[in-house]
């Protein structure tokens, strides 16, 4: 609820927002007042959710290329996934030698399964706890999606057992820095959601994302690293 003060010193109360209703106005000035809060806060009455996951795929040895490393699949029907950011990170445990470590997001729709043998669900058991909602509190009733990685001690294939379309075009990609020595690497933000006026990406129902690499490369190890940003809306 708003409310401002005219210019007699009367008190106008111009209610909460409603999309598709006209705001209320000032008589005297004919102008509102509007406090900007977090797009996923409230809408139409009820609180939604802010959440962040992070994860890694260790010692992952020798990948095709457009091996799958993260798949993210919506599974709501009545709300929507904003995607806010993605970043990806690699380490290796090892020279490189003349090859090249990149990788790439890209929109998959049609879900009907992720990989359940190759992938690690995120956010399975203990780790939904640690989503929390915009107020600070965890979340009793967590979103219908499942995000889920390459598993550790991976050589020779990404998660090849999923079920969905994917995009013939990608939405983010980048490669990562190699001087062909250990512990080389950096972080790729393959997407980032973080100016208004911009129009996010937005996923549905039996929609999703996955993260996959660009070029084949065989050895040595790679340590990936995952983390994501969403939040949930009933429309946007």
């Known amino acids: ?11 106008a109360d111009l209610g909460a927002l409603t999309p598709g209703v006209d705001m209320k106005t000032d008589p005297s000035y004919g102008s509102g007042r509007i406090n900007i809060r977090a797009l996923e806060n409230v809408f139409g009455g009820r609180f939604l959710s802010h959440r962040h996951a992070s994860t890694a795929s260790l010692n992952v040895l020798s990948l095709p ?21 993605l970043v ?21 729709s049609a879900f009907t399964s992720v990989d359940p043998n190759n992938g690690t669900n995120v956010l399975a058991g203990v780790n939904r706890a640690i989503l929390m909602d915009t107020n600070g509190q965890t979340n009793s009733n967590p979103s219908v999606f499942e995000l889920r990685r390459l598993t ?7 998660m090849v057992n999923g079920t969905y379309t994917v995009s013939p075009v990608a939405f983010g990609a980048g490669m990562f820095p190699n001087s062909n020595v250990n512990g080389q690497g950096g972080t790729v933000q393959l997407y980032s959601w973080d100016a208004l006026g911009q129009h996010p990406i937005v996923i549905g129902h039996n929609e999703g994302f996955v993260v996959r690499t660009i070029t084949a490369y065989s050895g040595p190890q790679v340590n990936y690293y995952y983390d994501v940003e969403w939040a949930e809306m009933e429309a946007f």
């Open 65 to 85: 290329a457009a091996s799958v490393l993260l798949e993210l699949e919506w599974g709501y029907s009545s709300r929507v996934c904003i995607l806010l950011k």
């Open 1 to 11: 609820m708003q409310s401002i003060i005219s210019s007699s010193g009367v008190v």
């Open 152 to 158: 550790n001690l991976t050589n020779g294939s990404g």
């Open 88 to 108: 990806v990170g690699a380490i290796l445990s090892g020279a490189f030698t003349g090859q090249v470590l990149d990788v790439e997001a890209r929109l998959a």
